[in-house]
């Protein structure tokens, strides 16, 4: 994944509340396996492993959150079951075309999560973080913008 990429999804993850802690990592997984789509093409195996292998990992981190006192849960998990079988066998048999299901799922599951986290009032989950409402960064050679209202899942400037 990309620095910038990197440093967006870290200041999301600073203000973000539960429900939009899960939004943000089906973003994560979606990305790291666009990026592993884009790696294989340039023929760049090193790449797509580590990115799909990324994308993998937080799939592991959704199944261990899963709170089984909650009938949904058990749905969830299997689909997390599928997405984890299919990231591996993507990875080493470097089969891209098996991402297409996943990629369905969690677009689903991100869009179905984006609404619940609109609906979400229950705040930041890190405490004693500043509120983040627009911040400047430099990079080599350019100048970065980013925009954060905890009550908005939109990102970038507003004018």
Known sequence: MKKEMIQDFSMRVTQASRSE?????????LKDMEYAREAFAEEDFVTYEKELTQAGR???ELMASLDYSIGLSYQLMSLYIFANKELT???VQR???????????FEKLLAGYQKVSEEDTSGPVMKNTQQVYAGLTYGRGTL?????NGNEARRGFMA
């Open 89 to 91: 066998a993507a990875r």
């Open 144 to 148: 970065n913008e980013m925009y954060v």
């Open 58 to 60: 937080f799939v592991n």
């Open 95 to 105: 089969q891209p075309e098996r991402l297409d299901g996943v990629t369905e799922v």
């Open 21 to 29: 802690l899960i939004v943000i990592m089906y973003e994560i997984i």
